[in-house]
């Protein structure tokens, strides 16, 4: 294409400017000063905050639904919010377990109400979503809890296995935010916890496929931030992602630890800290805290570096098998 072709191009696709190479260079240069100015302004404002403690927004009259709410993290995290005067929507396929939380609700003096409800499918979680929105009302926060954690060698997970792993642990998530969302939106107000694990800072031997998916859970809270950020709602529809480290619930059935101060964490401490990060607006949280700093840091590291203490702490699962 010839030069003049090429202008013949360019003017049909764009209205003519013609302000001059001036105009470009001075919006430039005011764009890095302003990024400039950001940037150190937010770096600042970060480390100011790190000393303060943020305010605990009331959940009173906010109706809470937890996936996975008969068992574990997510009954106490249950039973936390119902404590701070939340209503709660308890979601299991456990279905006796989920009466039993309700039951334990009530009987402390809150609103509670249980669904059986299979995550793994679509169809099922759009049906019980409507269900919920006619009898309880709208749900302005969602705890994306129910997981599973087959543990052995890659090689030793059947195809049934892995497919059933993505469909709880990352699938329903999407089903989850397509079920919910929309209302969020329209009435500009609502909160999404994902629960991710160390498994999603970490890769861990025996955990292969579960470590992806929570990776997975990972990048779309991430992204789904971003998304929202652009469309200028992430003040309205926060995010939260929490990260545990072992916790004594069962799920993870054959822990090993050489030091003493690398516990189990107990699920009620878990949800103190995913009521307490949730009210406060905190997009990312460990249990214990410095384990997201620590994964900040290795990542600075020569992988044999972070192998060596790795192989010093020793500390992991073991095969279930
Ligand atoms: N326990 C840990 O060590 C640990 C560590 C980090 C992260 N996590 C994550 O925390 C979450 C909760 O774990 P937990 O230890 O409380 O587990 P848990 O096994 O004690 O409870 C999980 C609950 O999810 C329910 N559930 C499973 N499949 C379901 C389905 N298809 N539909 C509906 N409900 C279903 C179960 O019935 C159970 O009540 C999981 O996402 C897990 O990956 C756990
Ligand atoms: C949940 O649904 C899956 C199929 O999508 C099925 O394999 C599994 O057994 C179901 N779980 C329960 C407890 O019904």
Known sequence: MTEHEMDKVNSENQPPVNRGYGYETIQLILDIIIVHLHFWYYIFEHIYQLFLKKEEKDVRGEIVLI??????IGKDTALEYASKGATIVCWDINE?????????????????????CNITKREEILQVAEKVKKEVGFVSILVNNAGIMPCHPLLDHNENEIRMMYDINVLAHFWMIQAFVPEMIEKKHGHIIALSSCAGLFGLKNL?????????????????YEELRTIGLHEHIKLTTIYPYMVDTGLCKKPHFRFKFMKLISPQEVAKTIVSAQRRGIMEMSIPQHYLYLEKFTNFLPRKA???????LNSGVDSDL
């Not at 292969?208 to 789904?224: E, I, L, Q, R």
């Open 96 to 116: 006796r377990g989920n009466i039993e939380t309700v039951k334990e609700i009530k009987a402390m003096g809150g609103k509670a109400f249980a669904y059986v």
């Open 306 to 312: 972070s192998e060596a203490v790795n192989d010093f």
């Open 208 to 224: 292969v496929p579960y470590c992806g998916t929570k990776f997975a859970v990972k990048g779309v809270m991430s992204s789904f």
């Open 67 to 72: 996936t996975g709410a008969a068992h574990g």
